[in-house]
């Protein structure tokens, strides 16, 4: 019987890379609330996640020689693209960071960053009490 690690984690590896991801993103736009024309910027966690998903579930390929054309990859980095932020109330100077938003959403996605290392460890828990019973 083979163990499929990645069938094993689930999707909290992938939730995981993209909460840290959108936490720099948030964490960006909270240090620059009082920067002038800065633009806040998120990302689309949900369309983000089911594209890193999508991408880990293709086979992986290699170029061996330079002559193979180059690989078709999946959208990820347009997925994972910092997305611009309608802004409610943007500031005189061109800002559009709303502070109590942003720290709001920097509350939020951290405890479920948290919350995905938890299942993460869970997970990870419950293999090596498996493997340790053998």
């Known amino acids: 019987m083979s163990l499929s690690l990645d069938k094993a984690l ?9 909460r840290a991801q959108r936490l720099e993103l948030l964490a960006s736009n909270l240090a620059n609330a009082d920067t ?10 949900r369309s983000a996640l089911a594209t890193q998903v999508e991408r880990d579930d293709l086979l992986r ?34 800002n559009t960071v709303d502070p109590q938003f942003e720290r709001a959403a920097f509350a939020e996605n951290a405890m479920q960053f948290q919350s995905s290392l938890e299942f993460l460890n869970r997970r990870v828990s419950g293999i090596r009490s498996a493997l340790r019973k053998e």
């Open 10 to 18: 689930g999707i909290q590896p992938a939730a995981v890379q993209v």
């Open 36 to 45: 002038p024309n800065y633009k806040a910027q998120d990302i689309d966690f």
């Open 61 to 94: 390929l290699e170029q061996t020689q330079q002559g193979h054309l180059p690989l078709p990859r999946a959208d990820l980095d347009s997925a994972m693209a910092p997305l611009y932020r309608i802004p409610s109330q943007p500031a005189l100077d061109g």
